[in-house]
């Protein structure tokens, strides 16, 4: 059974920095693009970051928002993915979920996952 974890969520002050992890069990995801989405209150899930697997393992794609800010990047060996948060600010408030897409290659579309864990609480605030 797939099962995917996230953590590292907690209240952070603007201009902060925060990583969040993701532990994947249940399989084998070198070969999966693995993502990050979060969902704002009121908003639908947004996709934030995303790294592919297999052949492109490292190629990694981000949303204007976060790009130049966050990190995406993962360790096969632990199975784990890692997305580091740097100059949080308000708008960065939300439940950040990890993601698994089953195949390859970069999506930025949430209906390419098949896996996804039950999200971590990222509040940023002074």
């Known amino acids: 059974q797939v099962q995917l974890v996230e953590s590292g969520g907690r209240l952070e002050q603007p201009g902060g920095s925060l990583r969040l992890s993701c532990a994947a069990s249940?399989?084998?995801?070198?070969?999966?693009?693995m993502g990050w989405f979060r969902q704002a209150p009121g908003k639908e899930r947004e996709f934030v970051a995303a790294?592919?697997?297999?052949?492109?393992?490292?190629?990694?794609t981000y949303s204007d928002a976060v790009k130049g800010r966050f990190t995406i990047s993962r360790d096969d060996a632990k199975n784990m993915v890692y997305l580091q948060m740097n100059s949080l600010n308000s708008e960065d408030t939300a439940v950040y979920y990890c993601?698994?897409?089953?195949?390859?290659?970069?999506?930025?579309?949430?209906?390419?996952?098949?896996?996804w864990g039950q999200g971590t609480q990222v509040t940023v605030s002074s």
């Open positions: 993601a698994a897409s089953g195949g390859w290659q970069i999506s930025t579309g949430a209906s390419d996952y098949l896996y």
């Open positions: 249940g399989g084998t995801f070198s070969n999966d693009a």
């Open positions: 790294i592919a697997g297999g052949w492109r393992r490292g190629s990694t």
